[in-house]
């Protein structure tokens, strides 16, 4: 079975406004990817939701991974930054097999990052928005 990992999040940079939400998806040793929502609260308590997750398909991966060749985004350098004091950082690390890229970001997204981005909600979500609440 081919080694397989996805985690994906997103922050906010705005470090001086509460009630800030982030999105995190990870993927398991089961198969599932499960989504997480962070929260920041104004009395600067953090908590982290479970929203839900979903189990993708051999042929989901497959086509995650054609969208990754595709946009070469197994060749991206380890940072894509752009001198922008507000905006949002990311993080991505994807494992497929042998390859495998870790990047992070703030404001500034190598070419085919949306691409990608968007290949990442169809795994996480599938064609139909799959994404099981639990």
């Given at each position: ?19 800030l ?14 989504r ?98 639990e």
């Amino acid at each position: 079975m081919m080694k397989r990992f996805l985690r994906y999040r997103t922050r906010p940079n705005w470090g001086h406004i509460f009630d800030l939400v982030d999105d995190e998806y990870r993927s398991y040793a089961d198969g599932t990817i499960r989504r997480f929502r962070h929260r920041r609260h104004p009395d600067g308590s953090k908590t982290r939701e479970f929203v839900g997750s979903r189990k993708p398909t051999n042929a989901d991966w497959a086509a995650f991974y054609q969208v990754m060749d595709r946009y070469e985004a197994w060749c991206w350098t380890t940072e894509s930054f752009l001198p922008v004091m507000d905006g949002n950082s990311w993080s991505l690390r994807v494992v497929g097999g042998d390859r495998e890229v870790r990047i992070t970001g703030g404001f500034g997204f190598p070419p085919g990052f949306i691409e990608v981005s968007d290949a990442i909600h169809t795994l996480v979500h599938g064609t139909e928005g799959q994404l099981l609440e639990e």
